[in-house]
């Protein structure tokens, strides 16, 4: 885009664009940064002020009757339930697919399946949801029957079996498959960053392809695999419509994860009851946001602290 | 006062041209004839076209019905334009009185204390409640090998508060002599969300379960036990999907599932329109109300024959005063056409609603007539 004007007139032209350049990108990305901020503080502040009434409100007056504590306990019971299952499951998958992608798999079939994993990420959790409700969950009904039927005994599994199948296990299952992809993504991104001369040092030894990955990737990949876990339980904190269809919520706290009543979760009861809530009740749904919020916050920080603790282990050195 | 007797008479003209076009469209599907619906005002010629736009908002029960009716109207008036928020009873009746829309969808009537509020909204006029959407609320039931289910009341409290557990319990046995009914164990379904269905399920679980049912009625499902789904279309399909599961929803939307006869007096009716229309008749109308405001008292556990209590009963709420004329004459016209039997016969079509019986359509008529603008 230079003129053909003299050369020194060029450059300087160029040197002085290239002064306000630096100066608008620099403006940009510090405004784009405090942004954040900015929008994270709007929203701290407006779930307090909204939720306002329903802290001061009486007991008996908050929806349920028992008060705000109450009303949002079963609710953040459930919330977990259903994140922790699904963690437990998508985290030891995540890490096998991450594996066989970064050290497996022919080079060609590792691409295809790393847009494969991508594309997971890309389908709407209400399509899960529908998934989660109209195939997977009558599929499952035979097999939460013979849970109750023979490992009862455990309180997991007490049964009675959900004749439907929409029960908390189903639903910590379709929110597995939902967090799979980034989980995945993240733990690949991790294991392909181990140095090359850490794995070449442990073949060099004599280390077979498993004793590399044990002793040079996993301890490499660990702290990177833990935050990948994290995001991931975050995305299954906040799930709502997914859980809302497939989970049948009836307020009850239980650990039987087989049977028709299960706690509902805080974002999919939101998205159930705010359509027909007035006054109070509205304030009661955000207050329950408003801990929810701070959960993942929470779970966010833990995260960072657990990748900040082992950072000397990892690639740094 | 004065002005509006000005109106009072050009607007009759207008609401019954509007009802007159309508009948006449309806003709070729329903049996009435056009004649029935002008009677009602007597046709006279010289009813001006409106035009403008009203908002409603409220019932989301009544979303299916509305878009019938607002199609059916600008049909006949192509240059109003009304808008309908379905944003939930309670939300519908704040912004009513808040006086941002000009009237609320509604599946409960104001309380007196709403009523007291509304004066002001108003003009110094009253709010009132007029009944122009009924619609059947079937149980339905998954059990192979049972064709037919009949149940009264009380069983059905039962049932839907986990004390009677299996299919072949004595209570149901007992009014079903002639079936097979297996030892399955029962799965009751409700909704997940908070909604009118449940409200007026549970309205008539408390009223017609002869003290089996302790629960409060409201529209948020109490008990922890039975399985949850959201929506209509969630309990259809939870239903569906299990074996020996038994919900409740709108009949429309019952499909092919297994529909129960309910007890009422000595024999078991479905959930017909016709029935759910004979319910309303059989039901009085609330006392102490503002003249003109027809709020239904559902006779849940009435005795009388070939009636079906399981109804919700949505309303349209409006001002008998408002502050501008365009308004009242858009919503007069409008709530006229909702009333017409074309309106209800649209509502049916659409909604699978059941059209308000003759009688009562009159009476919702007669207020309609009451609506006027000034202060």
Known sequence: ?317 | MKQSLLRRAALPAALVLSLGLGACGAANETTTPAGESSATGGADSGAEALSGAINGAGSSAQQAAMQAWIAGFQGEQPDVTVNYDPSGSGAGREQFLSGAVAFAGSDAYLKDEELEAAKERCNGGDAIDLPIYVSPIAVVYNLPGVAELKLSGPTLAKIFNGSITTWNAPEIAAENPDAQLPATAITPVHRSDKSGTTENFTEYLAAAGEGAWTEEPSGEWKLPGGEAAQGTSGVVSAVKAGEGTIGYADASQAGDLGIVSVKVGEEFVQPTAEAAAAVVDASSQVEGRPEGDIAIDLARDTTEAGAYPIVLVSYHIACTKYEDEQTAELVKSFLGYVASDAGQQEAAKAAGSAPISKKLAATVSDSIESISAGS
Request: charged share 10%; hydrophobic share 55%; no cysteine.
């Open chain 1, 1 to 317: 885009m230079t003129t053909t004007a003299t050369a020194a007139r060029g450059e300087a032209r160029r040197e002085a664009r290239a002064r306000a350049g630096d100066r608008i990108f620099k403006g940009t990305s510090t405004a784009a940064g405090i942004l954040i901020l900015l929008i994270l503080a709007a929203v701290a502040i407006f779930l307090l002020i909204q939720a306002i009434p329903a802290l001061r409100a009486p007991a008996e007056e908050v929806m349920g009757g028992e008060g705000l504590l109450g009303y949002i306990a079963p609710l953040l019971f459930g919330t977990i339930l259903s994140s922790v299952i699904a963690l437990v499951i998508a985290t030891p998958l995540a890490v096998g697919i991450a594996l066989f992608i970064s050290h497996y798999a022919p080079r060609r079939m590792a691409q295809g399946l790393g847009y494969a994993v991508d594309l997971l990420a890309a389908v709407p959790s209400i399509v899960y949801g529908l998934w989660g409700f109209t195939w997977l969950a009558p599929r499952l009904t035979p097999l939460y029957r013979w849970l109750s039927d023979n490992l009862g005994f455990i309180p997991l599994f007490a049964g009675p079996a959900s004749p439907t199948g929409r029960t908390m296990f189903t639903a910590g299952v379709v929110l597995a498959v939902m967090i799979l992809p980034i989980v995945t993504a993240l733990s690949r991104e991790v294991f392909l960053q181990t140095p090359r001369l850490h794995e070449e040092a442990a073949l060099a030894l004599g280390a077979t392809r498993w004793e590399t990955i044990r002793y040079a990737v996993i301890p490499y990949g660990r702290s990177g695999v833990v935050s990948a876990a994290m995001l991931g339980l975050g995305r299954a904190l906040g799930e709502t419509m997914a859980v809302a269809i497939v989970l049948s919520a009836t307020g009850a706290v239980t650990f039987n994860l087989i049977g028709s009543t299960n706690p509902s979760t805080i974002p999919a009861n939101i998205a159930l009851t705010f359509p027909e809530a007035t006054g109070l009740d509205v304030s009661v749904l955000i207050a329950s946001g408003l801990v929810l919020f701070v959960i993942t916050f929470g779970v966010n920080m833990l995260a960072r602290w657990v990748v900040n603790r082992r950072a000397e282990f990892s690639g740094a050195n």
